[in-house]
């Protein structure tokens, strides 16, 4: 148990080496005295070192040569796991934590922090101390302490690299951090031109670029030399000499190319220079997804018909499958993938490809909007009330009425799921996402109106959710009609029509379980004023002038609504009368 950082209250579960020994052994503590300085991190939150719990330190002394077997056995384990993967890394800083507690001989220590920094050059914590570090290890060859037979005790165990090698990742690392001058002096020094070349390119330095790469082709030419003059000059013919020099064999040199046709808006050209690159180096994932992407654009499927290279959907889909086996974390090719599967009618597929798309990006409300159409459309309801939730997370005031509807129906109709649970276990989980929505989209007729038909659903017809339907069903008339304007077009007025049939319907079902008969008059009659006032905008729009008749479109509406605004005003004189 321990602490990472200075501000952590509770210890947690720490990853260390445990090493055990047989028989006791005292070993000489003295080494050289000139080690390299182990540089401390120096942030404002993350310790140094693991803080542990007092009596939870396993620590055993180790001899050097019994340091150097655990950097061997920690180097054998770092290549036998999956590169970079994270619980890999904390493995191997287990084995370097544990060797650096107690280092003496100057071999390991060089070994032990130039693979620390490695493994920590590309967190944001720990890259300035890796830099640093590195350059403090460049430093040590410089230095005449300690002397050579000391730094000769088990180099060759140690595993030490040449010092050009540190030097080139110190340049590396530099670039990363944004010292582009610092790290074309170091590759300058070490003639790594193709590096100084990217350096000089980064710089704008393109005159000084191509000066180099016109020297060392005269030196020697290769393909990649052919294509920086490419890059620096942007002609088109260096990249073709190097693409015929390499026996049609060197995949950056069609990959460029393609991206310059790409540029200019010649596609046909773009997706042959594209396809000539993966077929020599498939494992391009940025091509593999710009080379669908092209096919599939609607622009251009003529083109890629016509050209066979794009026969169906299936090549689609195998294609951006391609894409994540070799880059599982690209969310967008992900749901490109589910799209496809979408086309092809495979919506079990295309709702598994879209979940791997939200673990690489849980922020995209797209793809949210897309697993939730996917989920409704193929019967997971559940994970689809999730995604509407998620949706308003994001978007605060995100809706879609038409996915409503159809949870709704679920609902009421009691429409199983893709597991076979029934479509009214999810009312409770639908009643809670409609008071959400409702809080915050107050203006939407036809989310009212769904919530009115989920309320209403069930064998539960106490006046009170009557009550409470009504309500959702007035709110609904009311964002109707609000349009000053709805009268005039025909489609709008059935629309209408239809909300205040179901409104007056709804208002003679709470009359009938009034209280008292004045409860029911009042109710009913605000049913006949709410439809007068419909029938009579409806008529005065659409009667024609001279005839006086109305037309054909809203005749049968009209005649509806009149009749069911007769029956109200009959049950008014009853319950008066009674």
Same mark, same amino acid.
């Given at each position: 148990m321990g602490k990472r950082t200075r501000f952590q209250q509770d210890s947690k579960s720490q990853l260390v080496?445990?090493?055990?020994?047989?028989?006791?052994?005292?070993?000489?503590?003295?080494?050289?005295?000139?080690?390299?300085?182990?540089?401390?991190?120096?942030?404002?939150?993350?310790?140094?070192?693991?803080?542990?719990?007092?009596?939870?330190?396993?620590?055993?002394?180790?001899?050097?040569?019994?340091?150097?077997?655990?950097?061997?056995?920690?180097?054998?384990?770092?290549?036998?796991?999956?590169?970079?993967?994270?619980?890999?890394?904390?493995?191997?800083?287990?084995?370097?934590?544990?060797?650096?507690?107690?280092?003496?001989?100057?071999?390991?220590?060089?070994?032990?922090?130039?693979?620390?920094?490695?493994?920590?050059?590309?967190?944001?914590?720990?890259?300035?101390?890796?830099?640093?570090?590195?350059?403090?290890?460049?430093?040590?060859?410089?230095?005449?302490?300690?002397?050579?037979?000391?730094?000769?005790?088990?180099?060759?165990?140690?595993?030490?690299?040449?010092?050009?090698?540190?030097q080139k990742h110190l340049a590396d690392l530099l670039l990363d951090l944004g010292a582009t001058g610092a790290a074309l002096e170091v590759f300058e020094r070490l003639e790594l031109w193709e590096d100084a070349i990217k350096c000089y390119q980064r710089l704008g330095k393109m005159e000084k670029a191509e000066t180099v790469i016109r020297e060392q082709l005269q030196i020697k030419e290769?393909?990649?030399?052919?294509?920086? /003059? @490419?890059?620096?000059?942007?002609?088109?013919?260096? *990249?073709? &000499? =190097?693409? %015929?020099?390499?026996?049609?064999?060197?995949?950056?040199?069609?990959?460029? /190319? @393609?991206?310059?046709?790409?540029?200019?808006?010649? *596609?046909? &050209? =773009?997706? %042959?220079?594209?396809?000539?690159?993966?077929?020599?180096?498939?494992?391009?994932?940025?091509?593999?997804?710009?080379?669908?992407?092209?096919?599939?654009?609607?622009?251009?499927?003529?083109?890629?018909?016509?050209?066979?290279?794009?026969?169906?959907?299936?090549?689609?889909?195998?294609?951006?499958?391609?894409?994540?086996?070799?880059d599982t974390d690209n969310f967008e090719a992900w749901n490109n993938l589910a799209s496809a599967y979408i086309k092809l009618k495979e919506k079990s597929k295309a709702c598994a490809a879209l979940k791997e798309a939200l673990k690489c990006n849980y922020e995209d409300w797209r793809i949210w909007e897309n697993y939730l159409l996917v989920c409704t459309d193929c019967g997971e309801f559940g994970e689809a009330i999730h995604s509407y939730h998620r949706l308003i997370d994001i978007k605060d005031k995100w809706t879609d009425p038409e996915v409503l509807g159809v949870l709704v129906r679920v609902v009421v109709e009691d429409i199983p799921d893709c597991n076979g649970k029934p479509g009214t276990s999810f009312k409770q989980k639908l009643q809670e996402l409609f008071g959400r929505i409702t809080s915050k989209v107050t203006n939407n007729s036809k989310i009212w109106k769904h919530y009115g038909q989920l309320t209403n659903q069930g064998t539960d017809n106490s006046p009170e959710i009557q009550q409470k339907v009504l309500q959702y069903l007035q709110k609904s008339h009311r964002c109707v009609v609000q349009d000053v304007n709805w009268q005039v077009d025909l489609d709008r007025c059935k629309e209408v029509a239809t909300q205040s049939a179901e409104l007056a319907d709804m208002y003679t079902k709470c009359s009938e379980k009034a209280s008292t008969s004045m409860q029911g008059i009042q109710l009913l009659s605000s049913a006949k004023l709410m439809l007068k006032g419909v029938v009579t905008k409806i008529k005065q729009q659409h009667t024609d002038s001279v005839t006086e008749k109305l037309k054909p479109e809203v005749k049968d509406v009209c005649e509806s609504l009149d009749q069911t605004l007769t029956e109200i005003i009959d049950k008014i004189t009853y319950l008066k009368g009674s």
């Open positions: 080496l445990r090493v055990n020994r047989e028989t006791d052994v005292i070993y000489d503590t003295e080494g050289p005295s000139c080690l390299p300085k182990i540089l401390p991190l120096d942030d404002e939150t993350v310790l140094d070192d693991i803080s542990f719990d007092q009596g939870d330190i396993p620590y055993v002394k180790l001899s050097p040569v019994e340091q150097s077997l655990i950097i061997g056995m920690m180097e054998d384990h770092r290549r036998s796991q999956a590169h970079m993967e994270q619980i890999t890394e904390e493995e191997v800083m287990a084995y370097i934590n544990y060797v650096l507690s107690q280092v003496k001989c100057w071999s390991i220590c060089i070994s032990a922090l130039y693979r620390r920094c490695l493994l920590q050059r590309g967190r944001r914590r720990t890259v300035e101390r890796s830099m640093m570090q590195l350059e403090e290890l460049v430093n040590q060859t410089k230095k005449q302490d300690p002397p050579a037979g000391e730094r000769l005790h088990l180099f060759y165990s140690a595993g030490i690299p040449p010092v050009w090698i540190v290769t393909p990649n030399m052919w294509c920086f /003059l @490419g890059d620096v000059t942007r002609d088109k013919s260096y *990249y073709e &000499k =190097a693409w %015929e020099m390499s026996k049609h064999h060197n995949a950056r040199s069609q990959r460029c /190319l @393609g991206y310059i046709y790409f540029a200019e808006e010649n *596609y046909q &050209k =773009a997706l %042959e220079c594209f396809e000539k690159s993966l077929k020599v180096n498939s494992l391009q994932t940025q091509m593999v997804y710009l080379f669908v992407v092209l096919h599939t654009d609607k622009s251009l499927q003529t083109l890629c018909y016509d050209r066979h290279r794009c026969k169906s959907l299936i090549y689609i889909a195998k294609a951006f499958k391609r894409c994540v086996m070799i």
